[in-house]
């Protein structure tokens, strides 16, 4: 079965710090992206990485950045944690574009 | 970017059909209609998609109107692990990032 995989399914921080979100996939996908998620406004995209190196801001990407160094890793870097990126933090991939993504289980983070 | 619009909440009780209606009026002739479901405390996960045709899969079918401005996703007898919320969304096929995700329907299930 193909597979997402976040490293964390829980995560409390302090305020000002730097926090890293991984995410690793085993499908070989070149698209990559990070969601996060709140209760009554739904999945939004911060950033997502169509390749190696390369990266595209997404709707909201103010206080992120993202990493992207082998294909099947993609990390998204909160640079000075704030408490309104207290949130449920998605990662997904996907394959050629016709294809469904695949999500990993999510990330709980609280800035505290 | 073509977006969907879906019931807040659904009921259905278990072993029985559920019919969960879409609403796409903009979409496009290259977007694709997708669904996903996301059960609690767990990222969404694909269900099926289709392009003008019906699809069936070992986890639902989905109707597709003639004129595509609609979708139905049909699961044939509910289970109590079907109960989540459920995300119509249209993936253009010469654009595999740009997804509008609404809030979806929340199905519940009775037993």
């Known amino acids: 079965d193909v597979k997402v995989t976040q490293s964390s399914r829980y995560l409390v921080k302090r305020t000002g710090e730097k926090v890293f979100l991984e995410c690793v996939q085993d499908m070989d996908h070149e698209n990559m992206f990070w969601y996060r998620q709140d209760p009554g406004l739904g999945l939004r995209l911060i950033y997502f990485s169509y390749d190696v190196k390369m990266k595209e801001k997404g709707d909201i990407p103010e206080g992120y950045s993202v990493s992207r160094e082998k294909k099947e890793r993609f990390s998204l870097i909160l640079e000075s944690a704030s408490t309104n990126q207290t949130s449920m933090y998605l990662c997904?991939?996907?394959?050629?574009?016709?294809?469904?993504?695949?999500f990993g289980s999510g990330t709980r983070l609280t800035v505290v | 970017d073509a977006k969907t619009t879906q019931p807040n909440s659904m009921e259905s009780n278990e072993e029985e059909p559920v019919h969960l209606p879409c609403n796409h009026s903009?979409?496009?002739?290259?977007?694709?209609i997708h669904w996903y479901r996301q059960l609690p405390s767990q990222g969404p996960e694909y269900v099926i998609h289709g392009l003008t045709s019906n699809v069936n899969n070992r986890m639902a079918s989905l109707a597709i109107a003639e004129d595509r401005k609609s979708s139905t996703l049909i699961l044939h007898r509910a289970t109590l692990r079907d109960a989540a919320v459920y995300y119509c969304i249209l993936k253009n096929a010469g654009n595999n990032r740009k997804l509008i995700w609404g809030l979806g329907t929340s199905l519940a299930v009775n037993p």
């Open positions: 903009t979409i496009s002739g290259t977007d694709y």
């Open positions: 997904a991939s996907a394959a050629p574009p016709v294809y469904g993504y695949t």
